[in-house]
């Protein structure tokens, strides 16, 4: 869920300012090291559960800290690309927000979870993409984009997918949901956003570094606590969650890319669009699953934390290999041109 400080339009210069490059080297670290703090504190928490306990308290706190980084990194000019380009944006949302819920439902039946741990994972696809993907060869407007537009909308959506599509046995509280995103979510963005568009950048560049680690860190507040609370009951039924975790994660890459593919997208737009709709905001599906369902509603989304970021970088690495067919074209058309060049010796 830890998105990684974008070159916007505002930020794009001729050179760099240093401390864009210290944000981007911090960002790539930051990728790097996620996983692996979020896998030492889970095994943390599952053996040594009491020092995590307490966090629970203080979940809300550790969302708001999450997207009001999130905000800070965004800029005006980044939602240009809604303008500019509305159709890709609008196909990618509505395919989020109708595949993974959907996804979700298929794989609890399949897997036949129990009422707990299949609302929890409605909730994981039910509630905005969690990073904005910086896969290689991929399209970052839309992704910024992409993240945005379904953060922004995700108290309207959230609720009322979990209404529409919970078990009947499954109590859903709608608006106390509706209430807390905008608490958790909508602000801490928006005020991130407006900080960012009003404080001049000398004033912010500085801590942008810092920012990818410190939603790293709020994820951890998220996360631990939920396995902390589950330790016992993560033992029996870990390994059933993990397998339908996977399977909503990798499905979602699938059906991600081709809904691009379906509306003759380009494959720069597709393969961002699998991993935007693939990933989800592990850290808020934990938390608010925890908060209105149970804590071993809360597992998918801990679970999730971890794994969306290891496929993320498994899925980066293989289409970092694969050229982008216009790539191959503008290399074929200077490869033709340059045969037709007289060679100077």
Not at 43 to 52: H, I, R, Y
Not at 110 to 125: H, I, K, Q
């Amino acid at each position: 869920m830890t998105d990684s400080p974008e070159q916007t339009p505002a930020q794009s210069t001729k050179k760099k300012h240093p401390t864009a490059k210290e944000a981007d080297r911090s960002a790539a670290i930051a990728v790097t090291a996620f996983p692996v703090f979020i896998l030492a504190g889970t095994v943390l928490a599952f053996f040594f559960p009491a020092p995590f306990q307490p966090l629970t308290d203080y979940i809300n706190i550790f969302l708001m800290i999450i997207m009001f980084a999130m905000g800070l990194t965004l800029a005006i000019p980044d939602f240009k690309m809604i303008a500019k380009r509305p159709v890709p944006v609008i196909i990618g949302v509505v395919a989020q927000f109708v595949i993974m819920p959907l996804l979700a439902i298929f794989v609890a039946w399949v897997l036949d979870l129990n009422p707990a741990l299949a609302v929890g994972l409605l909730m994981l696809g039910s509630v905005p993409s969690g990073t904005s993907s910086n896969v290689s060869k991929g399209d970052v407007a839309l992704s910024v984009a992409m993240t945005s537009v379904s953060t922004l909308i995700s108290p309207i959506m959230t609720p009322a997918l979990m209404l529409l599509l919970a078990d009947t046995r499954t109590d859903v509280d709608g608006w106390g949901m509706a209430v807390s995103l905008v608490q958790t979510v909508l602000l801490p963005v928006i005020g991130g956003l407006v900080i960012r568009t009003v404080v001049a950048n000398k004033y912010l560049d500085p801590i942008m570094p810092v920012l990818p680690w410190l939603s790293i860190l709020g994820i951890g507040g998220v996360v631990f606590p939920a396995v902390a609370n589950n330790a016992d009951l993560l033992a029996s039924v870990g390994l059933i969650v993990f397998v339908a975790v996977l399977m909503h994660n990798v499905l979602g890459y699938v059906l991600g890319y081709f809904a691009g593919r379906l509306f003759r997208l380009p494959e720069k737009a597709n393969r961002t669009m699998a991993v935007e709709i693939g990933t989800q905001s592990a850290g808020l599906a934990s938390g608010m699953a925890g908060r209105f369902f149970s804590p071993e509603a809360a597992l998918p989304g801990a679970v999730a934390a971890v794994i969306h970021n290891i496929t993320g970088a498994v899925y980066s690495a293989i289409v970092r290999n694969r050229a982008l067919p216009e790539d191959k074209s503008a290399a074929d058309a200077s490869g033709d041109a340059a045969e037709d060049s007289p060679v100077k010796v």
